[in-house]
């Protein structure tokens, strides 16, 4: 069983059109993340929730949308894709309370946007 | 404002090898130091961390240094071997709080055979 799984893996897309991507963990965290991986490898924090909460919005444009349905569930909506919004998007978990490891995030196997 | 960042962003080692992956951090307040594996189209995987009152941990094959007057922060991988071959990110976190990971510019690790 894969502890944090996204979907899709690959994504194609025009400029201009509206995607998503979803994240869903089966490690019983309390806590989720969407990170942005650059092509030079640069990994960028965008979001985290906790319990379903907004709880760290990163100076991250307005395009982007977060959901959190319920804890174990964390989706991205991307509106009005640029190209600029090519990256990998990586989905993780973490327990923040009670037995969690402070900095140790689970990570999902990413989602690559490619925005022509 | 505020990084973590590494000094070499490829390094190439000998299989059998140590390999020494070194991290300068800027902020202070950080009290969490921790090292991730990213290998290829994967996700990044927690190795080892360190608290800041600690300058040395040591882990299978792998010892993390911290350096606090220096802000510096080292990965010692001993006997290289090629599943080793990856991209090593140093990142920071804080007690306190809800956490915030941030995460340095990567070091890519190529073992040669």
């Known amino acids: 069983d894969t502890a944090v799984s996204q979907t899709p893996k690959y994504l194609v897309t025009q400029m201009g059109n509206d995607k998503s991507i979803k994240c869903e963990q089966n490690?019983?965290?309390?806590?989720m993340y969407w990170y942005k991986q650059d092509s030079k490898k640069f990994l960028k924090i965008m979001f985290s929730?906790?319990?379903?909460?907004?709880?760290i919005n990163e100076t991250v444009p307005n395009r982007f949308s977060p959901k959190s349905p319920d804890k174990a569930h964390l989706n991205l909506h991307i509106n009005s894709l640029e190209l600029g919004d090519s990256a990998v998007y990586f989905c993780?978990?973490?327990?923040?309370?009670?037995?969690?490891?402070?900095?140790?995030?689970?990570f999902g196997e990413g989602s690559r946007l490619t925005v022509l | 404002g505020e990084s973590v960042g590494l000094h070499l962003p490829t390094l190439s080692v000998q299989e059998g090898d140590n390999s020494i992956i070194n991290c300068a951090y800027s902020?202070?307040?950080?009290?969490?130091f921790i090292w991730y594996k990213q290998e290829s189209g994967k996700g990044p995987q927690f190795i080892i961390d360190?608290?800041?009152?600690?300058d040395k941990r040591q882990g299978q094959r792998v010892t993390v240094l911290l350096n606090k007057t220096v802000k510096h922060l080292s990965l010692q991988i001993a006997a290289t071997q090629p599943g080793d071959s990856a991209v090593y990110f140093c990142?920071?976190?804080?007690?306190?709080?809800?956490?915030?990971?941030?995460f340095g510019i990567g070091t890519k690790l190529q073992v040669i055979p």
């Open positions: 993780a978990s973490s327990q923040e309370r009670a037995g969690g490891r402070i900095g140790e995030l689970f």
């Open positions: 490690l019983g965290h309390d806590t």
């Open positions: 929730y906790n319990n379903k909460e907004l709880i």
């Open positions: 902020n202070s307040a950080s009290d969490y």
């Open positions: 360190i608290r800041s009152n600690m």
């Open positions: 990142a920071e976190s804080r007690s306190g709080g809800y956490q915030k990971v941030t």
